[in-house]
């Protein structure tokens, strides 16, 4: 180590002894500069970045570390940019988590900060899926919201996303403007705290049941659900927060035999029966496959942690499990949406899709064929959120995504959403069955159509 960062670890590292920090994190400071100069370093040769999506890290001590103190300084940065932003409003936050150690302390961290600066805050009162956040800003009324998750990331890491009054994540100019404020707090005795709990409103599951009727009213099929509402889905959380409100949107729907992975149902930030909870590798899929050709299911689905990104199987002829990528889920859910809107007679000419550059041309030509038109954007779904507020009131959006197992469809929520998206599975499944065809079928289907489209 450079004798130059040396000194600065050890100075960094000597502000928390000297500073307005807690006994337990002095002594933990304590421990590294003594027995662990690596991960001293690790933990103090930087300040944790608030980027444009907002804070992510890995969790401990230090200022490159996600603890309260750099969530609560970034709070604060945030704070006194929504003051500047709506100077003449009582501001109004939302704020929900994820399952990660921690999640559920820097909410309460976050909300308590807000408070202070005499915001009005509205909390989930335990873990929630990211999309559920998205729809409450807007449902609400808020300025912004923030979301505690890291998404797919390891347990070691957690995370902070901030959010617009629109709902989605902050794009330019505030993404910049939030982070020159973030930078300008430099310690936590900048911090406002003073307890405010009359600021403070808890959303429970009565807030719940206003989401999944939203995400109800983006069914096409019903009768095709009636007819197949027994078909045999498996369903894993991976231990996040898909738990309940996957399940419960997949029962509104009218579907009857949902076979969950009990070993995942628990909410853990420490992930257990997995390397890493990212539905895009097959090894974290393993149980439900395993229950799945157990049962001879019909259908695999799964949610990340934070319930934003989807993972989907489906049995090939010969009954083996086929993991769907990013870009036939895509794909498939995109297919069934403007199929139904134009069996049904909604297509006029002034509907849309969104799709973000990287995601498969396959999308363009299903869009193309239905007289659909369809935009592009960069990668992040901040930026189909973007789109879709650009075209409000002007054109109808149905349904987008991104090779990244992100799919949203409807407008309620601007972010990715695997809630709606598995129930559209499991019902564009339903609907398959009853044109004598399993997903599988469905998908083979549209490659011939439209052209067979790969990638690696």
Known sequence: MSENLDQIVQGKAQKWLDGNYDSKTKDQVKYLMENDKKELTESFYKDLEFG????????????????????????????NYLKKAFPHE??????????RNNSRLFSEQVASIFAANGFKVYLFDSLRPTPELSFAIRRLGCQSGVVITASHNPKEYNGYKAYWADGAQVTPPHDKNIIAEVEKITSPDEVLTTQSKDNIT????TFDEIYLNAVHGLSLSPEAIAANRDMKIVYTPLHGTGVILVPASLRKFGFRNIITVKEQNIPDGNFPTVVSPNPEERATMKMALDLAAKEKADLVLATDPDADRI???????NGEYILLNGNQTCALLTYYLIKRWSDLGRLDGKQYIIKTIVTTGLINRIAEAFGVKCFE?????????????????????????????????????????????CSLAAEAAAWARTQGMTLYDLLKDIYVKYGFYKEA
């Open 52 to 79: 444009t999506g907002g804070l992510r890290g890995i969790m401990g001590v230090g200022t490159n570390r996600m603890n309260v103190y750099t969530v609560g300084m970034a709070t604060q940065g945030l704070a």
């Open 202 to 205: 808890i959303l429970d599951e």
């Open 90 to 99: 009582h501001i109004k936050v939302a704020i929900g988590h994820d399952s």
């Open 377 to 421: 954007c960069l990668t992040g779904f901040k930026y189909i959120a973007e789109i879709i507020r650009e075209h409000e009131g002007k054109m109808q959006y149905i349904g987008g995504g991104e090779e990244s197992f992100g799919f949203l469809a409807g407008d309620f929520v601007r972010d990715k959403d695997a809630v709606s998206a």
């Open 311 to 317: 993972g989907v199987a489906i049995p090939n002829e």
